[in-house]
């Protein structure tokens, strides 16, 4: 898969990933309303409204990206009509040959995690049948845990042929409060960065390893670093747009051939038509905004990459 990944960035020429994460109060209101006519102000009906708003914004972009990020949490909050969304994202967007990243942030004691990885990105047994219960290409995984609760993702990737990214420093504010303690010296995300790379060492696609990571676009020097520790690993960028990072911001993150980095956009592209740059298209024609900001940002990359 991480094959895939890379060959569709070289088509695209957008390393970018389109993060579906669906808030309500980001779904335009002729969408919520026209779902909520079908199934009242239930949960249904949220997630009625979450799946359509998806698939516009799904159709109006496919064309121009690698990738698609879903956040579990946003269906979540809805219960079982918002995970049956998700899955039916995860296969729609798989339809339209689209890298699917699960934004699931799992990791556990060993048992537990084994029992994630098959159901994201693996086949589980019952009886005599197997099944793919949620099939998407990579997950997000946290480290926490230690190598026990990482290596069932990893042994999952390698049957399955999938990848996994894994947190090493994450884009938030508080990001560094245990994130850059120093141990020995040296803070704890350039620990857990040498471990994937130690870990992706016998996980390679043909040029990029299947075991990635997690790098927020907000800590820009620190991206620097990390991309120097693992240069074998795919660096998911989050942070861009609503965050505050910047094509600027995310030159260090690539390697020298331009690849190495894949930075994903949430709320910058899916609620691009609240932008005051986006506001021509009105709520009516949300997946044109998205396009629009989907281009816009390819454009911010390209031009940052170019320049440096
Ligand atoms: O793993 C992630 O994707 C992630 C890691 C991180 O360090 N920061 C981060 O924002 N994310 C996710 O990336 C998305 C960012 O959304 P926007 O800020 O709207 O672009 C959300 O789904 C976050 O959960």
Request: hydrophobic letters at 40%; charged letters at 25%; one cysteine or more.
């Amino acid at each position: 898969m991480i094959n895939k990944l890379v060959e569709k960035i070289k088509k695209t020429n957008a390393p970018i990933v389109v993060g579906l994460d669906p808030m309500l109060n980001y779904i335009p209101q002729h969408v919520q309303d026209k779902a909520f006519a079908e199934f009242g102000e239930t949960l249904e009906g949220a997630a009625e409204a979450i799946w359509q708003f998806n698939k516009e914004i799904v159709d109006k972009t496919y064309d121009l990206i690698p990738a698609v990020k879903p956040q579990i949490a946003m269906y979540e909050q809805f219960g079982v009509p918002g995970i049956e969304a998700f899955k039916k994202t995860v296969d729609y967007c798989k339809s339209k040959d689209l890298v699917v990243i699960g934004d699931i942030k799992r990791g556990d004691i060993g048992s537990t995690s084994a029992a994630y990885a098959v159901g994201h990105l693996g086949k589980v047994k019952v009886g005599s049948k197997e099944y793919v219960p949620f099939d998407e290409d990579f997950a997000t995984v946290n480290p926490y845990l230690g190598s026990d609760g990482v290596k069932p993702f990893i042994d999952v990737c390698k049957e399955q042929k999938k990848g996994i990214f894994v947190l090493v420093k994450t884009s938030n504010p508080s990001s560094g409060e245990f994130q850059d303690r120093l141990i020995d010296g040296r803070p704890l995300y350039e620990l857990v960065g040498e471990k994937v790379a130690e870990w992706g060492a016998d996980c390679m696609g043909d040029d990029y390893s299947y075991v990635g990571a997690v790098v927020g676009a907000t800590y820009p020097e620190m991206g620097k670093v990390l991309r120097k520790i693992m240069p074998k690993s795919y660096i998911l960028v989050p942070g861009y747009g609503a965050q505050g990072g910047q094509g600027k911001d995310l030159v260090h993150f690539f390697n020298e051939d331009g690849l190495g980095a894949i930075v994903n956009s949430s709320r910058g592209i899916i609620a691009a038509y609240k932008q005051e740059a986006y506001a021509q298209f009105g709520p009516e024609n949300f997946g044109d905004a998205s396009r629009a900001a989907v281009e816009a940002m390819a454009a911010d990359i390209s031009q940052a990459l170019e320049g440096r």
